[in-house]
């Protein structure tokens, strides 16, 4: 591995803010959408597209810039090359390209001393499958040679030829490909770190500082070498996702009999069964036993999870206590994990804003460093006769200690922490850009059903209107709400269910349209229906009026069961709020976060709702394109906006805001696909979770900038006041580029 140099009207409100949102609206031009939102586009384009072939090339020298930025170079001038994404630390590119250039490509990246594999190649697979090794033996002997050139030179302990010996000895075993690199560099005009060493250690050696030429070589592979091992950490938070799920698992075959088969040949609908301990190899539904399952791996749930006949399992997870059956729903690369991995992948390919930043950066930087140091050998010498071997010197510890390394390197390191620091606590982030925008939400818009709430009406409340309680009244309302598929009805026959109560046959039934049901039970003609339903039987009273009034500002749905002569039971029925709804608005509070919900719920309910949950503003009767408008007029008025959903008619509001929350992405596909932040077990205290890692991740990021060119600025006049060597200059970006990649991968720290 090499090293890194490289508006329509607003609807009304239920509950008004104090500002006069109507005066700041105005005409702008804030047109962004999908998941080109937020993030600055190349020239070149950073990300396959559409239309084009798009293949996947594993090259396993490629992982970090210094390669990526020869390559992009190479390929960038190839007709029929339309796009390029960078998966450093899974060492693939995805080329966009139209048919036939591919032949193009693949010379091009071996001309680069690269090795291409096309991703489908077995060698590629394999490659993917197990972390590059390198023996550590010839760094050692360069060491050891290295250490006996500086000995031998400070000893005076043998002939000039034998400290040039030693010297040249170290660089051999260690050096050699570094220079090949670097060669490869200079000759595609680009200056990297391989470019900048291979000149250093040359100049070194043409003045006659052998022994510090050895050092800075050995020095330099030694740091590579860390360095990798260190990468390899942040490698490794991905292949542990591909981990999770068994390769094998046992199958049922034609003849009943019980199989272990490789996963990757077992097809949809197979029958699969998982003991006890066992991890859960594929997507499925449970169609025979009962169990515990613990889904951390997937939604980042803390409890185990009940599983029955009929429940859905997800590959990756573990099967705590009783053995299941279940029948595959998904291949082996279509489950849910599967889809996660992919998704993570994908993400490490876009760049975030301090990536793009520093990337940038470090084009204009090392070719002014390069300049800079060729004046410092120059001009003293020519301007105030200083000597050409101690300015030349000079210079030479000038390239070594401006090298943009640790900055380059620390960027994608933070980035891919964070991103699978999330992946871990059950939100799938669709790239780097989401990640760091998330520090600057300002606002959140929520959807009420699905979102805030459970989505699933429930009987809440049972009231008897005759002085006399009669249980009979709930068995006959139960009994009629059976015969419905109203979700009101449906939440009343689901209560008697769970009660254990015995439904009686109903004869004459008749639906109602827009007021209830009728029939007869046990002889007697009952209706259950809404207010109007009773006012047209001319059943109303004052007293009843009353108590329908108080349970629907509520935010509750009533309905009255009734016979020919009076009202006889009252049921409210309500879409009840999640418990971690509550704390997650009041944790985005703490954090600075403003909330509204939009629904298009009647002003009652979303009143009710809000003041349950605790959010800042609601807004019922919505359209979908009124929550557009909202999202569009708070980022008139230059706010970020997040948005969080779960269905079709949220998805303008979704795509509009800055970052888009989906909810229920376990398990759906089009959740996964199209969010721009997934949260994988429906849990809205996960908002609050990727808000502090979006701030976590961006004060790291901060940290390592300032590290990196902090400690640079000093060694940069140690080196033009002589103090600095050049064997001090590598340890100094050794340990820098050490130090920001450990304080990227405490991200990925529980």
């Known amino acids: 591995m090499s090293r890194c140099c490289d508006h329509s009207p607003e609807p009304s409100p239920v509950r008004h803010e104090h500002e006069h949102e109507h005066e700041h609206e105005h005409d702008h031009d804030h047109d962004h959408a999908g998941h080109e939102r937020g993030a600055a586009q190349s020239s070149f384009a950073d990300e396959p597209l559409t239309g084009a072939v798009n293949t996947r090339i594993r090259i396993e020298q490629m992982d970090c810039p210094t390669e990526e930025r020869l390559i992009r170079d190479a390929l960038g001038r190839l007709p029929g090359v339309a796009g390029l994404q960078f998966n450093l630390l899974q060492r693939v590119l995805t080329v966009s390209h139209d048919d036939g250039a591919l032949a193009q490509v693949l010379p091009a990246i071996r001309g680069l001393g690269f090795t291409p594999q096309l991703e489908e190649d077995d060698a590629a697979q394999a490659a993917a499958a197990e972390p590059v090794k390198k023996s550590a033996w010839p760094l050692l002997l360069a060491a050891v040679a290295a250490t006996a050139s500086e000995g031998v030179h400070f000893a005076t302990l043998g002939p000039d030829w034998l400290v040039a ?51 800075v070589m050995v020095l330099f592979t030694l740091a590579e070498l860390i360095e990798a091992r260190s990468l390899d950490r942040a490698r490794n938070a991905i292949r542990g996702l591909m981990d999770l799920a068994p390769p094998r698992a046992t199958v049922r075959q034609a003849d009943g009999s019980w199989q272990e088969v490789d996963v990757q040949g077992i097809a949809v609908d197979a029958l699969v069964r998982v003991r006890p301990g066992e991890r859960i190899s594929l997507d499925g539904e449970v169609v025979g036993g009962s169990s515990t399952v613990n889904q951390a791996p997937i939604t980042g749930e803390s409890l185990p999870v009940e599983k029955r006949v009929g429940d859905p399992l997800f590959a990756g997870t573990i099967n705590e206590a009783g053995s299941l059956e279940f029948r595959v729903t998904a291949a082996a690369r279509d489950t849910t994990l599967a889809r996660i991995i992919h998704a993570v992948e994908e993400a490490q390919g876009s760049r975030a804003p301090t990536q793009r930043f520093v990337d940038q950066f470090s084009r204009i930087y090392t070719p002014a460093v390069f300049a800079f140091a060729l004046a410092v050998a120059v001009l003293p010498p020519l301007v105030i006769g200083g000597a050409w071997l101690d300015w030349i010197y000079r210079a030479l510890v000038l390239l070594v200690v401006a090298c943009p390394c640790a900055l380059v390197i620390s960027t994608p390191v933070t980035i891919v922490s964070g991103l699978a620091a999330a992946a871990r606590k059950g939100i799938l982030v669709k790239g780097g850009v989401y990640l760091e925008n998330g520090r600057h939400l300002a606002m959140l818009a929520l959807d009420k059903t699905g979102t805030l709430t459970h989505g699933k009406p429930v009987q809440t409340d049972s009231l008897h209107l005759l002085e006399a309680e009669q249980p009979l009244h709930a068995v006959w309302a139960a009994s009629l709400a059976a015969r419905s598929d109203h979700p009101v009805s449906r939440a009343l026959a689901l209560h008697a269910e769970e009660q254990g109560r015995v439904l009686r046959e109903v004869e ?51 309905v009255v069961l009734c016979d020919e002569q009076r009202a006889l039971m009252l049921f409210a029925v309500a879409d009840t709020v999640r418990q971690s709804s509550r704390e997650a608005v009041g944790e985005l509070h703490e954090l600075g976060v403003r909330t509204c919900m939009l629904t298009g719920d009647n002003a009652h309910t979303a009143a009710a709702i809000a003041e349950q949950v605790g959010v800042d503003e609601a807004r019922g009767d919505l359209l979908p394109a009124d929550k557009l408008a909202w999202v569009e007029a708070r980022q008139a008025q230059g706010k970020v906006v997040g948005m969080v959903g779960d269905g079709i008619n949220d998805a303008p509001a979704l795509a509009r805001a800055e970052i888009g929350f989906a909810m229920g992405a376990a398990g759906t596909d089009t959740a996964i696909e199209t969010a721009d932040v997934a949260l994988m077990d429906d849990d809205l205290r996960k908002i609050p979770a990727f808000v502090r890692l979006s701030r976590q991740t961006h004060a790291i990021l901060l940290q390592n900038i300032v590290l990196a060119l902090g400690i640079k600025a000093v060694f940069l006049g140690m080196t033009l006041a002589g103090e600095a060597t050049m064997w001090m200059a590598v340890f100094a970006d050794m340990g820098v580029s050490l130090m920001v990649v450990f304080n990227g991968l405490r991200l990925l720290r529980k």
């Open 165 to 215: 010996l030693l010297a040249i000895t170290a660089i051999g075993l260690c050096g050699l490909t570094t220079y090949k690199k670097g060669w490869i560099a200079l000759k595609n005009r680009n200056l990297n770190i391989n470019a900048l060493m291979s000149i250093a250690v040359t100049g070194a050696v043409l003045i006659g500082q052998w022994p510090e030429a050895a050092m």
């Open 508 to 558: 004459a039934f008749a639906a109602l349209p827009g007021r209830g049901t009728q029939g007869v039970v046990d002889g007697t003609l009952l209706y259950l229906g809404n207010h109007r339903l009773v006012e047209d039987l001319g059943l109303c009273s004052a007293q009843l009026e009353e108590r329908l009034e108080t349970l629907e500002r509520q935010g509750k749905s009533v």
